[in-house]
C-alpha cells in the first residue's frame, strides 16, 4: 500500500513537469504485478514438493500417500484375475474410491484391503493457478477436462461430480473415478486417461502389500479354474479365455470406438 502511495506522489508530481513520465509511472504497478504472479507461479510448483513431503506406504493396508489401491472383485476376479477395485488416496494417505451409486467412500475401500498399490510422483502433475500457467503440453483439453491447484483439491472435484453418478461394472466404475482424477491432474502430461489405461497402469507398474496380498487375488481364480477343468475338462478354460476376451473387447469399444459410452 505504502509503495502504491509513493507511486501516485511520484507521478502527481512528474506530471507538473513533463507528460512521458507519468506514462512510464502508470505501467509500473502492471509490470510489478505481472513479475509477481510469474514469480508466484514458478514458486507455488517447487514450494509443494519442498513443503509438503508424503509419508511413507503403510504396509499394513491402511495409509497410501498419492497412491492408486487396487483390490480384487468377488466372483468377478475369480473368472478374471485383472479386473478389481480401485480408489486414489490423497496426500495424508486417506483411499477415496466409488463404492456405489451417488457415493464416494473415504478411508473405507470397498471389497477389502489395498492387494496393490501404486504411488504417483506430483512433480509430474500440472497444478495451473490460470490458463498461462500450465506446464503441461495440453493446456486447453485441460482446463476442459477441469483443473485443480493441488492433489486433494482434483481428488475432491472428482468425487464432488461422481456423488451425482450412478454405478455400473460395464460403464461407470472405480476405474472411471481414479482416472477423472488422473486427468484433473494431468498425470504424466495427459489429459487422455481411461479405464482401460489405468487398469494396464496399476498391473504392470503396481506393486504387491505382501504374499497374503497375491494368495487372495490369485487363489480363487486358480481354484476356480482347477476345479472347472476337472468338471468340465479343457473346455472350461476355453470358456474363461473367451469371457475376458469379451470383456476386454466391450472397454475397447466403449472406450475407443463409442466415445462416452464408458466414463
Avoid at 134 to 151: L, N, Q
Wanted: charged share 15%; glycine share 8%; hydrophobic share 45%.
Amino acid at each position: 500500500m505504502r509503495q502504491t502511495l509513493d507511486l501516485h506522489l511520484l507521478g502527481a508530481v512528474a506530471s507538473q513537469s513533463n507528460p512521458f513520465p507519468m506514462r512510464l509511472l502508470r505501467r509500473i504497478p502492471l509490470l510489478v504485478v505481472e513479475a509477481a504472479c510469474g514469480d508466484g507461479v514458478v514458486s507455488s510448483s517447487n514450494e509443494m514438493q519442498e513443503l509438503w513431503p508424503l509419508g511413507e506406504v503403510d504396509q499394513k493396508g491402511t495409509r497410501f500417500p498419492c497412491c492408486i489401491v487396487w483390490t480384487p472383485l468377488p466372483v468377478v476376479s475369480w473368472l478374471a484375475p485383472y479386473i478389481g477395485h480401485v480408489g486414489i488416496a490423497r496426500e495424508d494417505g486417506t483411499v477415496m474410491d466409488f463404492a456405489g451409486s451417488n457415493f464416494v467412500s473415504v478411508d473405507d475401500l470397498a471389497y477389502g484391503s489395498a492387494a496393490r498399490y501404486l504411488q504417483l510422483d506430483r512433480r509430474k502433475c500440472c497444478f495451473p493457478a490460470n490458463l498461462a500457467a500450465h506446464v503441461c503440453a495440453r493446456s486447453y483439453e485441460h482446463s476442459e477436462a477441469g483443473t485443480a491447484i493441488s492433489w486433494d483439491d482434483a481428488l475432491q472435484s472428482g468425487a464432488r461430480r461422481f456423488e451425482h453418478k450412478c454405478y455400473n461394472l460395464f460403464t461407470c466404475n472405480s476405474h472411471s473415478f481414479v482416472a477423472s482424477c488422473l486427468n484433473r491432474l494431468a498425470y504424466g502430461g495427459s489429459v487422455g486417461w481411461n479405464v482401460l489405461n489405468l487398469a494396464a497402469l496399476v498391473w504392470l507398474r503396481g506393486r504387491w502389500l505382501g504374499k497374503m496380498a497375491v494368495v487372495r487375488s490369485l487363489l480363487p481364480f486358480a481354484a476356480v479354474a482347477c476345479v472347472g477343468v476337472l468338471m468340465a475338462g479343457w473346455s472350461f478354460l476355453i470358456g474363461m479365455a473367451a469371457f475376458s476376451s469379451l470383456l476386454l473387447g466391450w472397454f475397447v469399444l466403449g472406450v475407443y470406438c463409442f466415445k462416452g459410452l464408458v466414463c
